[in-house]
């Protein structure tokens, strides 16, 4: 779900809540149009001026920005309230200055990126791994090692929308692009655990790096580059 949303985070234009949230089911909604007025509020269509996917288009906004997430789980309550305020979004101010490439979301962002960033945070010094990254103000962790992505260390403005520490970013030719989010965006085990098989990945395959580090959060991580870099890491 994140992959999906980062797309209407990088582009206003690609933004179609209806994609991700209801089920296209065009004869139903042909059917049952009136259900999905919404009058009174930014969303609300006149009798006959709402058809097919623009109705579905209309229900899943209306749904995702009436929604309150304060009472869900941690993962589920940064995950659609990234999507509300993406939805909401009414400008596109940012701290990092975004790409007006065409992006593919699949590269460099797979499962094994946590695994990367724990091995990279743990890595001797004369290695590729990750280090501590500043760009306007904004601090990351950059990874090297596995194909050279960024971590958002606190929650910064991007596009219009306030990303989650632990957002995993890309930096092209043009400038930066969202990819997902990770593991390290979250701070209980409950949020960690709903990133799933990236996280069994992690356990499977990054023990002694996590013992190394001490730790697999995103505070470890940052120790871990900060040590590499005083050590004069420059990768």
């Given at each position: 779900m994140s992959r999906e949303i980062a797309k209407w985070v990088n582009d206003p234009g690609r933004l179609r809540v209806r994609d991700l949230f209801v089920p296209y089911d065009e004869d139903f909604f042909g059917e049952n149009v009136e259900k999905f007025y919404h009058p009174g509020s930014e969303y609300e269509f006149k009798k006959g001026e709402t058809q097919g996917t623009e109705a579905i288009e209309n229900r899943a906004r209306y749904a995702v920005t009436t929604?309150?997430?304060?009472?869900?789980?941690?993962?589920?309550?940064?995950?659609?309230?990234?999507?509300?305020?993406?939805?909401?979004?009414?400008?596109?101010?940012?701290?990092?200055?975004?790409?007006d490439e065409e992006v593919a979301l699949k590269g460099y962002a797979c499962f094994d990126a946590a695994g990367h960033y724990i091995d990279g945070a743990a890595a001797p010094v004369g290695f590729t791994g990750v280090i501590p990254y500043t760009e306007n103000g904004v601090s990351m962790l950059k990874k090297s090692n596995g194909g050279k992505t960024y971590l958002l260390r606190d929650k910064v403005l991007f596009n219009g929308v306030g990303l989650p520490k632990g957002s995993?970013?890309?930096?092209?030719?043009?400038?930066?692009?969202?990819q997902r989010l990770t593991p390290f965006t979250f701070d209980t085990f409950a949020g960690v655990a709903a990133t799933g098989s990236e996280v069994a990945k992690?356990?499977?395959?990054?023990?002694?790096?996590?013992?190394?580090?001490?730790?697999?959060?995103?505070?470890?991580?940052?120790?871990?580059?900060?040590?590499?870099?005083?050590?004069?890491?420059?990768?």
């Open positions: 929604l309150d997430t304060t009472n869900l789980s941690e993962a589920a309550g940064v995950l659609l309230g990234l999507a509300k305020e993406t939805v909401q979004r009414r400008d596109t101010e940012s701290a990092l200055q975004v790409t995993l970013m890309t930096k092209g030719d043009s400038g930066w692009f969202f992690v356990e499977t395959y990054g023990r002694s790096a996590i013992a190394g580090l001490g730790g697999a959060s995103l505070r470890h991580l940052e120790l871990g580059a900060e040590l590499r870099a005083r050590y004069g890491a420059d990768k």
